[in-house]
Every structure is written in C-alpha cells, then in structure tokens.
C-alpha cells in the first residue's frame, strides 16, 4: 500500500507559532529560522493549527462561488488546512459533455488552497447522483467504459494536487439490507466499484483512494457493516483502498451514535485511514461536536475531520445551523468545544450540559489484550462508578468462552453478555473464540447501579 503523509499541513500563527529569528552575521547575512517554542503550554488557536498539533488535519467544504466572499475567505484562510470541493469536482462539472472535461472551478478551488499550504481532498470520481444527463441516459458495457475513463481522466488531471480522493461515494442502500444501491452503475456488475479503484491508482498512484457515504456511523446498522465487508474484502484481495470516509451528517433522525468509536477503531484495524469526511451536527450541540473530535483523537488511523461548509448559511441544511460559525461569521459554541478538544483540554462546552456516556452513569472502554491464531483476550475498564452493568456484543461466529473479574449473564443469541461487577475492581476481560472473524468486540452501554 502507499502510504502518504496527509501534506501540507503545517501550523499556522498562534501562541505556538513560528518564531522569526533574524540572525545578523558580519552585517552580510540574515537568517530567517521557524521554530516552535518548546514547552509552550498554549494551545493552538485555530483548527488547523491545532489539528495539525495533533497529527491531523481540519478541513471544510469549498464552494468556489464563495471565495470572493470576504467573511468567508477570510475564516478558511485563518481555520483550515484541507478543503473540499463541494460540488466542483462531481461529474456533471468536470464531464459535462462526454469525452469534454471542464476544470475550471475545481481547479480555482485546488489552487486557492494549495498556495496557502493547505491540502485537497478530491470529490468525488464515481456517483450514482449528479450525473451528467448524457451519463445518465448510459448502461452497461458503455456506461462502465465512460465511468472508467472519467475516473482516470480526472484522477489524471489532479495527480499530485489531491492528498485523498473519494473514488467512489454512496454506493450502498439504506435500511436493513446490507445491499447495494440499485443504480445505473451498479447494473453495470457488482465490481464497478473495484474497477474504479483500480484504474484511480493507475491515474493518480500517490493519493489515497477513500471509500466515502453516509449513515455508516453506527456499528450496529447493516450498511455501516456492508462497508466494513467491502473494505475487508478488498484488503483481503488486494484491491487498492486506502481510507473510508464516514460523512457524518448528524440529525435527529440519524443521530450521533455512541459507538462511533468504536466504528471508527474497527475500520481502522482493517487497516486503513479513517476520515470523517462531511461533519454537520443538526443545532450544532457544543458536546457532540466535542465527542466527534475526541472519538477520531482517540483513534490513530482517523486522519482528520472535514466540516461541510464554515457557516449554517453555506449549509446544504442550512435551517439546522449544523456548523461552526454563524452566518455572520462568528464562532458559535461548537466551535469552541472543537478548538479545546483538538488542544486536548477537557474544557465543557459553553451551551448545554456534556451528552452523558451511553447508558448513563458510566463510560466503558474497551481495549485489545492478547492474541492467539484462534482466539482474543479484551479488557474493559469502566470508569464513573464502582457498581456497574456494562453490555457487550461479539459479532457471531465469534463466541466468548471465558470471563474474569466480573458476573456475566448471556442473552439467547450468546452474543451479547450483560457484565456485571462483582467487587473485583473496574476492569473485567474476556475471551473471545474468533471462528475466523476477527471483529472487536463492542460496548453496547455502560449503567450505574
Ligand atoms: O452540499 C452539496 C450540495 O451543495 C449539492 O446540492 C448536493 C447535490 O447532491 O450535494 C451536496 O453534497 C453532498 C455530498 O456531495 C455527498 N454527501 C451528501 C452531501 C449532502 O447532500
């Protein structure tokens, strides 16, 4: 696999900034030095700088439309150190007549941000929505020649500008099915999806290719699943994917799951990048945005987070305020709950209590123990009460044939134990029989008793 820095990303001013150091020697020569103070104990004061601190980027959605719009320039040009075309980059802009590609407003976006240091991640090159009309009127052997060529003309185009691109995006049903999304492509075979992933690696061989959708947040729900399978078979395979991009469009009805974690750990240990891709929070609650940053902190293979658009008015929803910034620009209280946990501090949001734990009353994390070929220890550490019942599940095949330092009980499937404590502390483990899946087994909820 190639593995690429995610570029570019560099601090920018703040209290840890660059220090110009001008050294004057024999009158003759100047030396202008960056350097990080160290042991500075502020924090950064933007996005960016303080992703970047982190090891990560912090990214927003671009509209080139928008970028003579001084508010709006100005707070990316300050915030972010990634962008994303929000619609420049479709098919119906860059190929809008077949075989006639136009570049013109992507290529505005990719150079307003890769000449202030920051990185582009390319949206998207296979899509069953916003087709142009001649692709849609497309089928099977012609439409799969068409997509191939579109996926590597573009790739082509971009080749060394783009740090990750979203090859292919939304492929996957809603509901319970697991199934794909019946689309124009789709009938083209079920491998449209590798063929585009193979020929974007021929285009472009240094950019990370992304699987990207939405509603794939919670581990339990059978599309965020189907992804998982895809991306497991493709590594299983061979078949070049480097990242998966969780879109993350929160709402009431498709609310921030208290398993994200988790679902970003178990992309992650199939051995790719995990990036959250298209962040907005209905009402933009200061603690969920919160929770969202430290989940992807708390996992080293999520590389960054993108927020789609600065302010609610450059929303897509715009009614929902789902964003950082007002529609005058100014900060809101989410942002200031992001800033301090990128910067590490547990700084509580400044509107509205902190979203208790899942469950209520206690927070369980899990960690992996020992490995064998056949089997896996995990430990679980629960913190905010000393008489806990925690629920876990194990994805079947998987069995779990030993438990220590706590009561179990089992519900009639035998995959989901109820753990309860039994005075042996506020760490319990077990064992669990892998059956040749090797899935990390999930803290369903965590209650005080
Ligand atoms: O934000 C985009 C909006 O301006 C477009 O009208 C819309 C058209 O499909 O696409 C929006 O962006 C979508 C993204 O490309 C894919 N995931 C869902 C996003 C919100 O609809």
Not at 122 to 131: F, I, N, R
Not at 346 to 367: F, N, V, Y
């Amino acid at each position: 696999m190639i593995e690429r820095c995610q570029g570019n990303i560099r601090p920018k001013s703040g209290p840890r900034a660059r220090t110009a150091v001008v050294l004057a020697a024999a009158g003759l020569l100047a030396v202008t030095t960056a350097a990080f103070l160290p042991g500075t104990a502020s924090a950064g004061t933007t996005l960016g700088a303080s992703a970047a601190e982190r090891g990560r980027y912090f990214g927003t959605a671009v509209a080139a439309n928008k970028l003579s719009d001084n508010t709006y320039a100005t707070i990316l040009n300050r915030e972010f150190n990634s962008v994303t075309p929000e619609n420049e980059m479709k098919i119906d802009a860059t190929e809008p007549q077949q075989g006639q590609f136009s570049y013109g407003a992507a290529d505005q976006i990719v150079n307003h941000a890769r000449s202030r240091g920051m990185q582009v991640r390319g949206h998207t090159l296979a899509w069953h929505s916003q087709q142009p009309g001649w692709m849609q009127n497309m089928s099977g052997s012609a439409l799969r020649q068409a997509m191939l060529n579109h996926v590597t003309q573009v790739a082509t185009h971009f080749r060394g500008q783009v740090v990750a691109w979203d090859v292919v995006n939304e492929a996957f049903a809603d509901g319970s099915s697991g199934a794909r999304r019946d689309s124009n492509l789709q009938r083209t075979g079920n491998d449209w999806i590798e063929a585009a992933f193979r020929a974007a690696r021929a285009a472009d061989p240094g950019a990370k290719l992304c699987y990207n959708d939405y509603n794939t947040d919670d581990w339990t729900h059978a599309k965020t699943q189907a992804v998982y399978n895809l991306v497991r078979d493709f590594k299983q395979r061979g078949v070049p994917i480097d990242c998966v991009g969780l879109q993350s469009h929160f709402n009431s009805g498709s609310p921030y799951p208290g398993n994200y974690r988790t679902t970003l750990s178990n992309f992650a240990a199939l051995g790719v990048d995990v990036q959250i891709t298209e962040l907005d929070i209905e009402g933009a609650p200061a603690a969920t945005y919160r929770n969202v940053v430290q989940d992807c902190l708390a996992v080293s293979r999520c590389t960054g987070i993108t927020v789609w658009g600065i302010r609610d008015t450059d929303s897509w929803r715009a009614s929902q305020n789902p964003l950082l910034f007002t529609g005058s620009g100014a900060k809101k209280p989410a942002y200031d709950a992001v800033l301090a946990a990128l910067n590490g501090g547990s700084t509580p949001p400044t509107t509205g209590p902190p979203t208790p734990p899942p469950g209520g009353g206690c927070t369980a994390t899990l960690r992996d123990a020992t490995r064998w070929s056949d089997r896996f220890n995990s430990e679980v550490t629960v913190s905010g009460a000393s008489n806990w019942t925690v629920v876990v599940a194990v994805t079947p095949p998987q069995k779990i044939s030993s438990t220590w330092n706590g009561t179990p009980s089992w519900d009639t499937s035998g995959n989901v134990m109820t753990m309860r404590s039994n005075g042996s502390g506020n760490v319990f483990g077990f064992t669990t029989m892998a059956n040749g899946t090797w899935t990390r087994p999930q803290v369903r909820s965590c209650t005080a008793s």
